[in-house]
């Protein structure tokens, strides 16, 4: 797990690891805790975590970097997508942008 803020942000946002600044899927955020209650507002009261956005609403792919092409007994090829792969030009465009690991 990484932390990440951006310049002049007291908030540390976390993210699967350091490589997720250079990903596509890359979304900070403040997630809202929500729970069920009896009144109808199905909001907690607790703060908002800063976290990637994708991560808490979806959870971050298990496997390898990219995708990988594999050849199944039954199912023929087929494919198994991970995480995104980095790419220095966007990890170097939100460095720009004010991102830093914290």
């Given amino acids: 797990m990484a932390s990440f803020k951006r310049k002049g942000d007291k908030a540390r946002y976390s ?56 050849r199944h007994p039954t199912y023929g090829l087929v494919t198994i997508a991970g995480v995104p792969v980095f790419q220095p030009e966007l990890a170097a465009q939100r460095k720009q942008d004010g991102w830093k690991r914290a």
């Avoid at 507002?41 to 990219?66: F, I, K, L, V």
Wanted: hydrophobic content about 20%; aromatic content about 8%.
């Fill in 15 to 70: 993210f699967k690891d350091e490589r997720c600044i250079g990903r596509q899927c890359w979304a900070p955020g403040l997630y809202q805790h929500r729970g069920a209650t009896l009144s109808g507002s199905r909001n907690t009261g607790s703060p908002d975590s800063p976290c990637c956005m994708n991560r808490a609403y979806h959870g971050c792919p298990s496997g390898p970097e990219g995708e990988v092409k594999e």
